[in-house]
Nanobody
Framework: QVQLVESGGGLVQAGGSLRLSCAAS????????LGWFRQAPGKEREFVAGINWSGGRTSYADSVKGRFTISRDNAKNTVYLQMNSLKPEDTSVYYC?????????????????WGKGTLVTVSS
């Protein structure tokens, strides 16, 4: 069973940047797609970004395209989410996810396991 531990969340002003990290253990990390989701209070969890096993393909929610960048370092078993030009509506708990396969996913039906989340708060 894989373990995913997110870090890097915190409080930032609108227009600022944060980089989230997710360290994975317990599985051959490089074989699987990874992604980030978020859930704001009172809302459903939503897809943010995904990356395939090699890092050669990525996908993003329309709301974050051009502002967020997902990347991975298979040697470090870590996936990152660089978040720039943050907006108050980006405030959420951000969850790291590992896919069922190495192929790209863009919804929770492609997820095999979740991290516990890290809180990002963007003040106006």
């Amino acid at each position: 069973q894989v373990q995913l531990v997110e870090s890097g969340g915190g409080l930032v002003q609108a227009g600022g940047s944060l980089r989230l990290s997710c360290a994975a253990s317990g599985r051959t990390f490089a074989r699987y797609a990874l992604g980030w989701f978020r859930q704001a209070p009172g809302k459903e969890r939503e897809f943010v970004a995904g990356i395939n096993w090699s890092g050669g393909r990525t996908s993003y929610a329309d709301s974050v395209k051009g502002r967020f960048t997902i990347s991975r370092d298979n040697a470090k078993n870590t996936v990152y989410l660089q978040m720039n030009s943050l907006k108050p509506e980006d405030t959420s708990v951000y969850y790291c996810a590992v896919g069922l396969t190495g192929g790209l996913f863009s919804g929770s039906n492609g997820v095999d396991d979740w991290g516990k989340g890290t809180l990002v708060t963007v003040s106006s």
